[in-house]
């Protein structure tokens, strides 16, 4: 086990530093990345789930797997989207808990346009994986402090008011880090043959 670090040291180390050392079994190190980013991932399940106790549970789920998950975080990668990763993963088991319940098809043509629909679901969601991999990647080149804000609204989804908020920085100065990191990753994206407007 990792040899212990003091609070206040820990708390100047970036999320990926914090995550090395919950790797190596520091307790403390989790404790920290709970306390910075525990209101943002409540934020994302409470908008995904919209009830408190769901959202709690999610929270609480989603720091678990990131203690269980630590040796897999990849060295040099950016710890918010695997995080958030994480959160969003466990919204949509528990949505998908939610609405499984056995629906009585009444003829054959209702079971084809089921299955229809799975079809295109499963390949809408290969195409938003690749893309939100691109992404990830081209956010891997932006300056720190302009990835921070994008992957706050990317990943956790987040309005600017509340970014501004949780990183305590004033909503102008978000606003702009937000335009400046959209304008690099547009160019980056464009390079990847994706346009950052679609949708």
């Known amino acids: 086990m990792a040899q212990p670090i003091d609070a ?5 180390l970036s999320d ?8 190596a079994g520091d307790s ?14 409540y934020g994302l399940a409470l908008r995904m789930l919209a009830t408190a106790e769901a959202a709690e ?8 797997r990131v203690w ?9 990668s950016a710890f918010l989207p695997w ?13 998908r808990r ?5 629906v009585a098809a009444s003829n054959n043509e209702d079971i ?7 079809q295109q679901n499963v390949e809408q969601s290969t195409i938003e994986t690749e893309r939100r991999r691109l992404i990830t990647s081209a956010l891997a080149d932006l300056p720190t402090d302009q990835r921070e804000v994008i992957e706050l609204a990317y990943f956790g989804g987040l309005s600017q008011r509340e970014i501004a908020e949780y990183l305590q920085s004033p909503l102008g100065t978000i606003k702009t880090r937000i335009r400046l990191g959209l304008q690099k990753l547009k160019q980056t994206l464009l390079h990847y043959g994706i346009d950052a407007n679609d949708h």
């Open 112 to 118: 084809l346009t089921t299955l229809t629909d799975q």
């Open 68 to 76: 269980k998950r630590a040796a897999t975080f990849q060295r040099n």
């Open 98 to 102: 939610r609405q499984a319940r056995p």
């Open 16 to 23: 990926e530093s914090l995550m090395e050392l919950v790797a």
């Open 28 to 41: 403390t190190a989790l404790a920290h990345l709970y306390d910075r980013h525990s209101r943002a991932v």
């Open 8 to 12: 206040p040291h820990l708390s100047r």
């Open 57 to 64: 549970e999610v929270v609480q789920e989603t720091f678990w």
């Open 83 to 95: 995080m958030f990763g994480i959160a969003r993963n466990l919204c949509i088991d528990e949505l």
